[in-house]
């Protein structure tokens, strides 16, 4: 199962930048600790050193469900302004959100057309009287490459499946970033109430409160007050 990922500040200010980078640290360690392979696909960097406005991760596991439960949703951090000493806001937002309706496109060699030809020199004269150069065309999307470097067939082949699949991954980029534009317009505003975590602090170490957790201490705090009234 691959899922896309995207973790995004939305409008949020640097202070939010600088959250999604730290953010985007424990979610990866966590990832780690649940044997999910993961890989970043984008990211867009934030208005100041170590800081980020969004980023793109492909998430690769048999089962992501559980893992994405505790995530998906609005992250709040609380804290002071490292850049604003003087604000006194010290709740900020940011998302996590899953980017569906994108299908990765696979590279697979076995879909190469191969075509040889004679190299072609400058004025249009044959380099050599053999067929070395080759067109390579990747038949899913229509890319090709034409590579004629060396005297050796072979060789040339092998350049041109490298240089197809880095142009075929460029187009898959491309497609990328306008799925990521259309879900940042869709995520702008990112939702405020009810974060699925809730971190404070800098060091993002292990603090975080899950809604679920939060809402069952709430009700054993609530049981502990009834008993003393009890007892009095």
């Known amino acids: 199962m691959d899922k896309l990922i995207q973790i995004t500040s939305g409008r949020g200010p640097l202070e939010c930048q600088w959250v999604v980078a730290k953010v985007l640290k424990v979610f990866l360690e966590e990832a780690k600790d649940n044997k999910i392979d993961y890989e970043i696909i984008h990211r867009e960097n934030g208005d100041e050193n170590l800081t980020l406005k969004s980023v793109t991760i492909l998430l690769k596991a048999k089962e992501l469900k559980e893992f994405l439960k505790t995530w998906l949703g609005s992250i709040c951090w609380t804290g002071k302004s490292t850049f604003r000493k003087l604000h006194k806001r010290?709740?900020?937002?940011?998302?996590?959100?899953?980017?569906?309706g994108l299908e990765k496109i696979n590279f697979n060699e076995k879909d190469i057309q191969f075509q040889t030809t004679r190299s072609q020199g400058s004025?249009?004269?044959?380099v050599n009287k053999v067929?070395?150069?080759?067109r390579a065309t990747h038949l899913p999307t229509?890319?090709?490459v034409f590579v004629q470097d060396t005297r050796s067939q072979l060789e040339n082949k092998k350049l041109s499946v490298t240089r197809l699949k880095e142009k075929v991954?460029?187009?898959?980029?491309?497609q990328l970033q306008?799925?990521?534009q259309e879900t940042w317009n869709n995520h702008l505003q990112v939702q405020r109430g009810s974060p699925t975590r809730t971190f404070s602090g800098t060091d993002f170490k292990k603090n975080?409160?899950?809604?679920?957790?939060?809402?069952?201490?709430?009700?054993?705090?609530?049981e502990l007050k009834n008993y003393k009234n009890d007892l009095n």
């Open 90 to 100: 010290s709740n900020w937002f940011i998302g996590v959100f899953e980017l569906e």
């Open 123 to 126: 004025g249009g004269q044959n």
């Open 131 to 134: 067929n070395t150069a080759v």
């Open 142 to 144: 229509g890319q090709s």
């Open 169 to 174: 991954l460029e187009q898959n980029i491309i």
């Open 178 to 180: 306008k799925r990521m």
């Open 208 to 222: 975080y409160q899950e809604k679920s957790f939060k809402k069952q201490r709430n009700v054993l705090k609530n």
